[in-house]
T-cell receptor, first 113, second 114 residues
């Protein structure tokens, strides 16, 4: 199972772009990279998923280099409401099918005025 | 479309008791996974059910069990509760549970064991 490493915490100010990098050196060929956001006492919320290069949706962009050993979540123009824990996950395809999300420690993002 | 619902939201039990938590997945989703979240261990995978069968299991003792019904609703049971079982229990559903499926999490059940 691919293990992920992220910074424990990051601080930013409203309106800035935030980039959170995750390393996953042992990522397997079939693994996808997924990012979740979690607010206190709530379940994680899906942000974005990608396999290689760049993926963009209405809330974030995901940059994945060619070797796929790392990925960067980019949040444009953050606001106070983006203060949360962000998890980088590598999906594990299991023999019997299905998926088992392996969560790391996550990155606590704090956005200030 | 309604999201994943979990009941109850909060629960207080004493050591030695057992507890059953319920999860209703998003309509049409056939895979339901359960996770335990604690400050010390973070988010840990418990098990996954698909079409009423347990397909994958994490590294938890046999006191933790679950099942899935034909309508994809799932329950998890913890017997002989220990203080360390105090946690936020999260349920997530997805269409088929593959690695490319988005998993949608419910709000969780906060279990406190006294």
């Amino acid at each position: 199972l691919a293990k992920t490493t992220q910074p424990i915490s990051m601080d930013s100010y409203e309106g800035q772009e935030v980039n959170i990098t995750c390393s996953h050196n042992n990522i397997a060929t079939n693994d996808y990279i997924t990012w979740y956001q979690q607010f206190p006492s709530q379940g994680p919320r899906f942000i974005i998923q990608g396999y290689k290069t760049k993926v963009t949706n209405e809330v974030a962009s995901l940059f994945i280099p060619a070797d796929r050993k790392s990925s960067t979540l980019s949040l444009p123009r953050v606001s106070l409401s983006d203060t949360a824990v962000y998890y980088c996950l590598v999906g594990s395809i299991l023999t019997g099918g299905g998926n088992k999300l392996t969560f790391g420690t996550g990155t606590q993002l704090k956005v200030e005025l | 479309k309604a999201g994943v619902t979990q009941t109850p939201r909060y629960l207080i039990k004493t050591r030695g008791q057992q507890v059953t938590l319920s999860c209703s997945p998003i309509s049409g989703h056939r895979s339901v996974s359960w996770y335990q979240q604690t400050p010390g261990q973070g988010l840990q995978f418990l098990f996954e059910y698909f079409s009423e069968t347990q397909r994958n299991k994490g590294n938890f003792p046999g006191r933790f069990s679950g099942r899935q019904f034909s309508n994809s609703r799932s329950e998890m049971n913890v017997s002989t509760l220990e203080l360390g079982d105090s946690a936020l229990y999260l349920c997530a559903s997805s269409l088929s549970g593959s690695s490319t499926d988005t998993q949608y999490f419910g709000p969780g059940t906060r279990l406190t064991v006294l």
